[in-house]
């Protein structure tokens, strides 16, 4: 049984800096990409990031250039999200999910290309 645990969430400040994790099991974590995704409240859950299986490569949403990074420990079987200079517009529910497919740039962003979902974490940065 494949299962994705998203941890470290919580409530920080405008400019503060939380870390994700998101631990894997029941999957050959390495040929995995990563995505997080997040939801705000009233609003449809949008990519934020994606690590291929080895991790040489990444891909940013423009909103979060620059702020967030993202890492992958496969021997962990554990993906990291990083987020620096958090903002209020932030605040959201974060999911990593789980794809066996290529590093395809055009279609990172696409939720069906997700085969396993974690049950999200609350991060919420008050101003």
């Known amino acids: 049984q494949v299962q994705l645990v998203e941890s470290g969430g919580g409530l920080v400040q405008t400019g503060g800096s939380l870390r994700l994790s998101c631990a894997a099991s029941?999957?050959?974590?390495?040929?995995?990409?990563m995505g997080w995704f997040r939801q705000a409240p009233g609003k449809e859950r949008e990519f934020v990031v994606a690590?291929?299986?080895?991790?040489?490569?990444?891909a940013y949403a423009d909103s979060v250039k620059g702020r967030f990074t993202v890492s992958r420990d496969n021997a962990k079987n554990t993906a990291y999200l990083q987020m620096n200079s958090l903002k209020p517009e932030d605040t959201a529910v974060y999911y990593c999910?789980?794809?066996?497919?290529?590093?395809?740039?055009?279609?990172?962003?696409?939720?069906?290309?997700?085969?396993?979902w974690g049950q999200g974490t609350q991060v919420t940065v008050s101003s």
């Open positions: 999910a789980a794809s066996r497919g290529n590093w395809a740039p055009l279609s990172l962003g696409e939720e069906s290309k997700y085969a396993y």
């Open positions: 029941g999957l050959a974590f390495g040929n995995y990409r």
């Open positions: 690590i291929s299986q080895r991790g040489s490569s990444t």
